[in-house]
């Protein structure tokens, strides 16, 4: 364990079994069980003093976590959220021998750090009541602390419990994102946040709405770093605004993407404008951050790996919607020629100039694909190359870019590089035309003179990941 936070999320409607009642991960015959009552917010802390899942009495994490749990709560009503869905409003009958909400303090074993599981869950709205199992002595979890790991778990599971609230069946990249984004919302210095972000943005070129299959991915955790570029764009109240309006008023849930474009509606924002400054600002983090506009934490994060980086760009691509795809040119030609072979006017292309220092300075655009400048002027020692593609509707935008001097990117006549009757392509060198008759008889050739190999030779497969 690194300490990057690792949940149980289980909603999808399903009532699950508390610690003292069958649960996956329950107490012992043998534990001694005790619980901590805070009357003045409603909660109930049960936890173990003797037996498998003691909590060690020097941690005092019993009233610790109570204190943490009532606190992120209190933010979350300031902040204009729902509170989590009271036991008694679906009729259940004092669940953990109380109405109070419960919170349960179990030894994992290292399987997880926490989780909000359902106890029931009505049908529309979608809305559940639950409760939360958090770790009980987070040895081996490599947090820096024992009250980072309390902040980190209280907010997070506790957004799970607000999020049930509006709607229970939230497709992962939203309900781990955005309990992420409470993360850094509750603890603005929040390490797991960062981790995550740096997990998402590695794999940025993905669609935001598309994680990995498989086990719930780092990348779907790391999407909290685009909620929280719209939570610091419009505030706070955003965040609770999304939640209300993927609120179902039928047996269908809202499709998260209709709700991001709604809330941006209401707000007076886009799509196109919000995707456009976020990849901006992601690219400005770490030893690029500081100059262009960007998060409080960017010099902290990583920040994306550009795909190609070299003094020319002459290169296959495919751009997925609501993804985004940094190159990187260097040096940067003082006279930039920009090329893409099949553009989607969807796609929005910037140029970020880099100074001698590695920091991204300027800004230029941004264009759509098909409307890019002939020639563009930098200053600056390196120039990233920003396609931006802010429709989570649209299609992959394929093709080629080139990107370097006028010279590499179309040849010096006179000829309009869009007309198929005239000259040659537009990109020299971007695999645009179809190959010469010599270099066919020698790519023969070569097939040809090399030995075959030896049979039967199996070719293992990559794993994937």
């Not at 029931?120 to 639950?130: F, M």
């Not at 939570?231 to 609770?240: E, L, T, Y």
């Not at 098909?370 to 563009?376: A, E, S």
Request: a negative charge.
């Amino acid at each position: 364990m690194s300490g990057a936070l690792l949940t149980l999320w289980a909603l999808a409607g399903a009532a699950h079994a508390r610690p003292d009642d069958g649960d996956l991960f329950s107490w012992s015959d043998t534990d001694v069980i005790e619980h901590l009552d805070l009357d003045a917010s409603d909660l109930r802390v049960h936890y173990s003093v003797a037996g498998p899942h003691a909590v060690d009495p020097d941690d005092d994490l019993p009233q610790r976590m109570g204190d943490a749990t009532a606190d992120v709560l209190a933010t979350f009503d300031a902040w204009g959220f729902l509170p989590p869905v009271a036991e008694a409003t679906l009729g259940l009958d004092g669940l953990g021998g109380s109405d109070a909400f419960d919170v349960y303090l179990v030894d994992f074993g290292g399987a997880a750090d926490g989780r909000f599981a359902v106890d029931a869950c009505s049908d529309v709205p979608r809305t559940c009541a639950g409760h939360v199992v958090v770790e009980n002595d987070f040895a081996g979890y490599g947090y820096a602390s024992l009250d980072v790991a309390i902040d980190t778990l209280a907010s997070h599971e506790l957004f799970h419990a607000v999020q049930a609230a509006y709607e229970a069946d939230l497709p992962t990249w939203v309900s781990e994102g955005t309990a992420v984004w409470a993360e850094v919302a509750y603890d603005p210095a929040s390490e797991d946040f960062l981790r995550f972000a740096d997990a998402y943005l590695a794999d940025i070129s993905r669609s935001l709405d598309r994680p990995p299959s498989g086990p719930v991915a780092s990348f779907a955790y790391g999407t909290g770093v685009w909620w929280d570029h719209l939570a610091r764009r419009h505030g706070v109240g955003s965040m609770a605004r999304l939640l209300e309006l993927l609120e179902r008023s039928d047996d269908a849930p809202v499709d998260p993407r209709e709700a991001v474009a709604t809330l941006l509606t209401e707000y007076d924002d886009t799509l196109v404008d919000a995707w456009t400054d976020f990849a901006v600002a992601m690219a400005a983090t770490g030893s690029r951050s500081g100059i262009l506009p960007g998060p409080p934490y960017a010099a902290a994060l990583v920040g994306p790996t550009p795909q190609t980086d070299g003094a020319v760009l002459q290169t296959d691509l495919r751009v997925f919607p609501w993804s985004v795809r940094y190159d990187r040119l260097r040096p940067a030609p003082s006279s930039l020629a920009l090329r893409l072979t099949e553009p989607d006017p969807a796609v929005q292309v910037l140029v970020l100039t880099e100074d001698a220092e590695g920091r991204l300075t300027t800004r230029h655009g941004p264009w759509d694909a098909t409307d890019l400048p002939d020639r563009l002027t930098l200053d600056g020692s390196a120039a990233w190359i920003v396609l931006a593609h802010p429709d989570p509707w649209g299609a992959s935008m394929k093709g080629s870019l080139c990107a370097g001097a006028p010279g590499d990117c179309e040849d010096d006549s006179d000829t309009d590089p869009h007309d198929p009757d005239e000259g040659a392509p537009a990109c020299a060198g971007c695999h645009t035309g179809r190959p010469s008759p010599a270099l066919l008889g020698l790519w023969w050739l070569l097939v040809l003179s090399r030995r075959r190999s030896p049979p039967n030779q199996p070719v293992r497969p990559r794993r994937r990941k």
